[in-house]
């Protein structure tokens, strides 16, 4: 079993910088590929970042693209967002995800390509 826990959540102006983390239970997280994702109230959960098991491919929303870095350090088994230049509409609850992977699939970007889910941690960007 994996078990996920996001932090660095919080509050920041628009033009301004978080970095999240996500700490993984277990020896699984270096056979795992790991995902961003984001949600707001009403809506669905929408994909952010994706990196492979080795941390060789990523992969981003266009939305985030040139914004966001997704890194892993695989002895510390975690993962990171760094998010720059924030917008108001990347305020949402961002949780991280993993699953047993190993090269590339599109199949990433989707939340039902995951079998572990972090608790999520808010992250509110005021203009």
């Known amino acids: 079993?994996?078990?996920?826990?996001?932090?660095g959540g919080g509050l920041v102006q628009a033009g301004g910088s978080l970095r999240l983390s996500c700490a993984a239970s277990?020896?699984?997280f270096s056979s795992a590929a790991m995902g961003w994702f984001r949600q707001t109230p009403g809506k669905e959960r929408d994909f952010v970042a994706v990196i492979t098991?080795?941390?060789?491919t990523t992969y981003y929303a266009?939305?985030?693209k040139?914004?966001?870095t997704i890194s892993r350090d695989n002895a510390k088994n975690t993962v990171y967002l760094q998010m720059n230049s924030l917008k108001p509409e990347d305020?949402?609850?961002y949780y991280c995800a993993a699953?047993?992977?190993?090269?590339w699939s599109w199949l990433y970007t989707r939340t039902d390509a995951y079998d572990y889910?972090?608790?999520g941690t808010q992250v509110t960007v005021s203009s």
């Open 53 to 56: 098991v080795s941390g060789g």
């Open 1 to 7: 079993q994996v078990q996920l826990v996001e932090s």
């Open 99 to 103: 699953v047993r992977g190993g090269r």
């Open 91 to 93: 305020t949402a609850v």
């Open 117 to 119: 889910w972090g608790q």
């Open 26 to 28: 277990g020896r699984t």
């Open 62 to 64: 266009d939305s985030v």
């Open 66 to 68: 040139g914004r966001f």
